[in-house]
């Protein structure tokens, strides 16, 4: 037997019997949710427990050693502790008889102690005290904080149920002698220790001191723990004695998650919480938690807890049953509101059908008149589309003009002040009498040459400008993306010349062909071979062209 763990379950078990000891605070809400899932979800908590019962109960079947049976019946004890006392007590006693066989002192006080405390806590408290008296506790010293832990729990018990001031005053002295009893056999840094000095902290109203102590060990169970349920509410009462209803409500609910997840149905915390909520007027859940710690501390036989569930189940019976007689009431008038309007709406559509049928005939008429005016939208539309196109084209020409003008109106000037200097050049060289050099230089065709290189560049220059993707998209249009070829430094040749006139709205032949000084059979071949090789139809080739740079093709 695990003294440590007894001695433990003692004192976190004491704890729960004094309101002096516990404390709360926020994420209510949320916990409140969980703690609904919990509930709900309670008979599969059932499953697990009653499983593991089973296994030690099959254990116990084929233990061949008292050792065994004694080890087991003190499981079994401690698991049904908190979940069916008549079952707790038979297995402490079997442990006890088993202890008697062993002959071993210790485990015989031990189970004695078991015992007397599952006594105390079924509300046999003569019965438990005279079991007390009869250990020899000081033949078993490591046991004596347990025993005295034991002595202070059923004296708790008498002290909250004392029927006067006078007796409960006498009990409370007990308890507090015999916890401080304990304490002398206990680590100060021990979990048994802290449990019963969180007594004298709340006592001297050292409400921090004795929460952040029992948080320290609260921070370290996990959710199989049984005592993070007692933890837990040994802080939210420190909470309630600080008067600091939401942490006290928050802790609470965690106490009672705990509970209701590993099954203990002889606890106290749901049914403070539902006292709590039913306070703050939420009745539903406030009697779905009282119903649940009645059914609990029935099964479990614990009759003080059900002492304890029955002076409150009535007040909060009688909120839920008001609740739904006004719920009742409300439905009725609801349903009585809701005939009355059904008629009044019947009657609505009796008109409305007749108003419809009239609609009808209106709607057939405006639906017709809507489609001749979508027509004519459509209309619209498509002469707006022409229109923007026309703009287009006329904006494009515009800026073609000013472009083209404006080289024009430079290029005029240099051609004059060329010809000015060629003149010039003329009169100095016939006044000279160089009649021959004069001869010369007039049938020379070197200027005109150098005249049209340099034209040609300008328009080169000037046409790129416009349309500077022009090689590329019209390259595109081609079969052949490499069909044309430049020379280094060509900016066009004479292809690109020819269908740059034709973007430009030039195209017919004969006047490509002075422009570009070629006889108009030359211009008619060239336009005839890249035609050959277009991408698409050949008769659309020209018209493709025409649209390179503009918004269409895009």
Request: charged fraction near 25%.
């Amino acid at each position: 037997m695990n003294l440590k763990v007894q001695i433990t379950k003692v004192f976190l078990l004491g704890a729960l019997l004094f309101p002096s000891c516990f404390w709360g605070q926020r994420e209510v809400t949320t916990l409140l949710q969980q703690l609904d899932h919990t509930v709900a979800d309670y008979p599969n908590a059932i499953t697990k427990k009653e499983k593991r019962l089973q296994y030690l109960k099959d254990e116990l079947r084929y233990s061949t050693s008292n050792e065994q049976r004694y080890a087991i019946y003190v499981q079994l004890h401690s698991e049904y502790t908190a979940f069916q006392l008549d079952s707790a007590l038979t297995y402490a006693r079997k442990s006890w008889q088993v202890a008697l066989a062993l002959n071993d002192l210790e485990k015989v006080n031990g189970a004695q102690l078991n015992v007397a405390m599952i006594l105390g806590t079924s509300g046999m408290y003569k019965e438990s005290i005279d079991l007390l008296e009869s250990i020899p506790v000081n033949t078993t010293p490591s046991i004596k904080g347990y025993y005295f832990g034991t002595y202070r729990i059923v004296y708790g018990y008498l002290t909250e149920y004392a029927a006067s001031a006078l007796e409960k005053q006498k009990y409370k002295a007990l308890t507090q002698r015999y916890r401080d009893s304990s304490m002398l056999y206990f680590q100060p840094k021990s979990r048994e220790f802290c449990i019963a000095n969180t007594d004298v902290l709340f006592e001297k109203k050292l409400y921090n001191q004795a929460i952040a102590a029992l948080l320290r060990f609260y921070t370290s169970t996990s959710a199989q723990d049984p005592d993070q349920a007692v933890l837990a509410y040994l802080i939210a009462e420190g909470y309630r004695l600080k008067k600091d209803k939401e942490q006290q409500k928050k802790w609470l609910i965690l106490s009672a998650i705990s509970d209701v997840q590993l099954a203990k149905k002889e606890n106290i915390s749901l049914r403070k919480i539902a006292f709590i909520l039913y306070e703050e007027g939420d009745i539903d859940r406030a009697y779905t938690y009282i119903k649940r710690s009645l059914e609990d501390a029935l099964f479990c036989n614990a009759k003080l807890r059900t002492y304890e569930i029955s002076k409150m189940l009535p007040i909060i019976n009688q909120a839920y049953e008001n609740k739904n007689e006004t719920n009742r009431t409300q439905l009725t008038i609801f349903l009585l509101a809701v005939s009355i309007l059904s008629l009044i709406l019947l009657g609505a559509l009796v008109l409305l059908f007749k108003q419809m049928r009239k609609v009808a005939a209106a709607q057939k008429a405006l639906t017709l008149a809507n489609e001749q005016l979508s027509n004519l939208n459509q209309d619209l539309k498509e002469i707006n589309q022409r229109l923007n196109d026309t703009n287009a084209t006329l904006a494009e020409a515009s800026l073609l003009k000013e472009i083209y003008i404006g080289r024009y109106m430079d290029q005029c000037s240099d051609y004059i002040g060329k010809l000015e200097e060629y003149s010039q050049k003329l009169k100095v060289m016939a006044t000279a009498g160089k009649v021959n050099e004069l001869l010369k230089l007039v049938k020379s065709n070197a200027p005109v040459e150098n005249e049209l290189r340099e034209f040609y560049t300008q328009f080169d220059q000037t046409f790129l400008e416009l349309f500077p993707s022009f090689i590329q998209d019209f390259s595109n249009l081609l079969v052949d993306t490499d069909t044309i070829q430049l020379k280094k430094g060509e900016l066009l040749n004479t292809e690109l010349r020819i269908f740059a006139l034709i973007r430009l709205g030039i195209k017919d032949s004969a006047k490509i062909a002075v422009f570009l000084r070629y006889s108009v059979s030359t211009i008619y071949n060239y336009r005839s071979q890249l035609k050959n090789k277009a991408r698409g139809p050949r008769e659309e080739f020209e018209n493709q062209v025409l649209l390179i740079g503009t918004a269409q093709e895009k």
